[in-house]
């Protein structure tokens, strides 16, 4: 349902990951996303960086992954050759790697050892240095090009944005691609290509989402356990998917008064509470990349619409898909203190079709006055996300964001939280609404200093 629902930016594009020094990863096809990655929209992370450098006084940018290198240092220059075309030199230094290298260096200069004998391969592993490029060809067309890790020479990608009336095209190519999974691990795809089509401008009402994806090469855990099992949406093959969805926002109370005149709110969308609904989404697909069809653990899952043949490596499938977000906020988030206190819970049906088949034998069961199923239980149970903010002073406020999962099977953690990210936020108020925010993933041992424009 992330790939379907176009609240947030779910539109399975790309997000914020620390993984890597192009700050981005994609989820993989049919996994939740991990919480604390960026779901709005947002520009790319060159410019994010050139942002902070410019005009929040932050020459370097930290991120943390606990997998990777630990604690990282990121700098941009952005270069302007012409109204249409910019360059950017990319910079990361590892902070724990140069840490080591010091100690160490500290330590062969007491045995006499000179620092310019290997100086050379000391700067290779502890800065990572990238290049990119983005030109508009036309008002509605625009070319990105990036590499990364150039001293290594092991990542790189290239995305063209088209704007089209109502709608985006975006085609993409990455080698590797990086994807993350439901539990925070991440896999490289050595080429992956995809064509993504999706309507924009619409708050509610009727959207829609075409995606073509084809990965080649044999996916691999990056900077994971190796035991890890290949997702199967990640194998080599061709996919395509479709999905419609209906949105419906309904305010159950609305209050416009109180507000301080003459006075800009810290966040113009940070100011009233409403009740949203999002509604019926029908999702289909194709080729090898449905090879989770074919297995009986994710075909007993679903009772979905589903054809599947083996011999022409073919698959396509449909189901329904809903969400319910309540949010209930006090406060205009225009006073220095306390002024904004915001609760929000959303739940998620990933399958309309395994929820419905719940849902009739457990009304069948209460009809017959049967001990309902435990597993039949756990079928019509949602996905549930809570969210707490609270203004802390001025601008700045303190969030946590955590899933929790509901498991009748387990006698001692009936309802149980399964992760938490804790951010604290910095409205920018003289952009309307933006922020800049700092999270921690304490599960994933994760961190990130990003931008996000017109997120509630």
């Given at each position: 349902?992330?790939?379907?629902?176009?609240?947030?930016?779910?539109?399975?594009?790309?997000?914020?990951?620390?993984?890597?020094?192009?700050?981005?990863?994609?989820?993989?096809?049919?996994?939740?996303?991990?919480?604390?990655?960026?779901?709005?929209?947002?520009?790319?992370?060159?410019?994010?960086?050139?942002?902070?450098?410019?005009?929040?006084?932050?020459?370097?940018?930290?991120?943390?992954?606990?997998s990777?290198?630990?604690?990282?240092?990121?700098?941009?220059?952005?270069?302007?050759?012409?109204?249409?075309?910019?360059?950017?030199?990319l910079?990361?230094?590892?902070?724990?790697?140069?840490?080591?290298?010091v100690k160490?260096?500290?330590?062969?200069?007491?045995?006499?050892?000179?620092?310019?004998?290997?100086?050379?391969?000391?700067?290779?592993?502890?800065?990572?240095?990238?290049?990119g490029?983005?030109?508009?060809?036309?008002p509605?067309?625009?070319?990105?090009?990036?590499?990364?890790?150039?001293n290594?020479?092991?990542?790189?990608?290239?995305?063209?944005?088209?704007?089209?009336p109502?709608?985006?095209?975006?085609?993409?190519?990455?080698?590797?691609?990086?994807?993350?999974?439901?539990?925070?691990?991440?896999?490289?795809?050595?080429?992956?290509?995809?064509?993504?089509?999706?309507?924009?401008?619409?708050?509610?009402?009727?959207?829609?989402?075409?995606?073509?994806?084809?990965?080649?090469?044999?996916?691999?855990?990056?900077?994971?356990d190796?035991?890890?099992d290949?997702?199967?949406?990640?194998?080599?093959?061709?996919?395509?998917?479709?999905?419609?969805?209906?949105?419906?926002?309904?305010?159950?109370?609305r209050?416009?008064?109180?507000?301080?005149?003459?006075?800009?709110?810290?966040?113009?969308?940070?100011?009233?509470p409403?009740?949203?609904?999002?509604?019926?989404?029908a999702?289909?697909?194709?080729?090898?990349?449905?090879?989770?069809?074919?297995?009986?653990?994710?075909?007993?899952?679903s009772?979905?619409?589903r054809?599947?043949?083996?011999?022409?490596?073919?698959?396509?499938?449909?189901?329904?898909?809903?969400?319910?977000?309540?949010?209930?906020?006090?406060?205009?988030f225009?006073?220095?203190?306390?002024?904004?206190?915001?609760?929000?819970?959303?739940?998620?049906?990933?399958?309309?079709?395994?929820?419905?088949?719940?849902?009739s034998?457990?009304?069948?069961?209460?009809?017959?006055?049967?001990?309902?199923?435990?597993?039949?239980?756990?079928?019509?149970?949602?996905?549930?996300?809570?969210?707490?903010?609270?203004?802390?002073?001025?601008?700045?406020?303190?969030?946590?964001?955590?899933?929790?999962?509901?498991?009748?099977?387990?006698?001692?953690?009936?309802?149980?939280?399964?992760?938490?990210?804790?951010?604290?936020?910095?409205?920018?108020?003289?952009?309307?609404?933006?922020?800049?925010?700092?999270?921690?993933?304490?599960?994933h041992?994760?961190?990130?200093?990003?931008?996000?424009?017109?997120e509630v």
């Open positions: 349902m992330r790939w379907l629902t176009d609240r947030e930016g779910r539109w399975e594009l790309d997000v914020e990951s620390p993984a890597t020094m192009e700050g981005t990863a994609r989820p993989v096809p049919g996994d939740p996303l991990p919480l604390g990655l960026s779901r709005g929209p947002r520009v790319t992370r060159t410019k994010q960086l050139d942002f902070f450098h410019r005009f929040m006084a932050s020459p370097l940018v930290p991120s943390f992954s606990a990777r290198a630990g604690l990282s240092l990121h700098h941009a220059h952005l270069l302007h050759l012409a109204h249409n075309w910019s360059f950017t030199i910079e990361q230094l590892h902070v724990q790697k140069l840490v080591t290298v160490e260096k500290l330590s062969n200069r007491q045995e006499g050892v000179p620092w310019s004998n290997d100086l050379k391969r000391h700067l290779h592993d502890v800065i990572s240095l990238g290049a490029t983005e030109l508009l060809i036309t509605d067309t625009a070319l990105l090009l990036e590499l990364y890790n150039i290594k020479g092991d990542r790189g990608k290239a995305i063209i944005h088209h704007k089209l109502q709608q985006n095209l975006t085609l993409a190519a990455s080698w590797p691609g990086l994807f993350v999974d439901k539990q925070g691990v991440y896999w490289d795809v050595p080429l992956s290509l995809s064509a993504d089509l999706a309507s924009v401008g619409s708050s509610s009402g009727l959207s829609y989402h075409l995606l073509l994806q084809q990965n080649s090469g044999e996916p691999k855990c990056f900077g994971g190796e035991t890890n290949v997702p199967l949406a990640l194998l080599p093959g061709l996919c395509a998917k479709a999905a419609i969805s209906i949105k419906r926002s309904i305010d159950a109370w209050k416009k008064e109180d507000k301080l005149k003459m006075v800009q709110p810290y966040d113009a969308f940070l100011s009233d409403h009740v949203s609904f999002t509604g019926i989404v999702s289909g697909s194709l080729g090898d990349c449905s090879k989770r069809i074919s297995v009986p653990d994710e075909t007993r899952k009772n979905a619409f054809v599947f043949h083996e011999r022409n490596k073919f698959a396509a499938c449909a189901d329904l898909f809903a969400s319910v977000t309540f949010t209930a906020q006090h406060g205009n225009q006073r220095l203190f306390l002024d904004l206190t915001r609760v929000s819970a959303r739940l998620d049906i990933s399958s309309g079709s395994l929820f419905l088949r719940g849902a034998r457990l009304a069948q069961d209460f009809f017959f006055s049967r001990r309902p199923d435990l597993e039949t239980f756990c079928d019509v149970c949602p996905d549930v996300i809570v969210s707490l903010q609270q203004q802390i002073v001025g601008p700045f406020s303190f969030r946590v964001e955590s899933s929790v999962a509901i498991d009748p099977r387990s006698q001692d953690h009936f309802v149980r939280v399964d992760d938490s990210v804790f951010a604290i936020d910095w409205a920018l108020k003289v952009l309307g609404s933006a922020k800049a925010t700092a999270w921690y993933s304490p599960k041992q994760e961190a990130m200093v990003e931008l996000r424009f017109f």
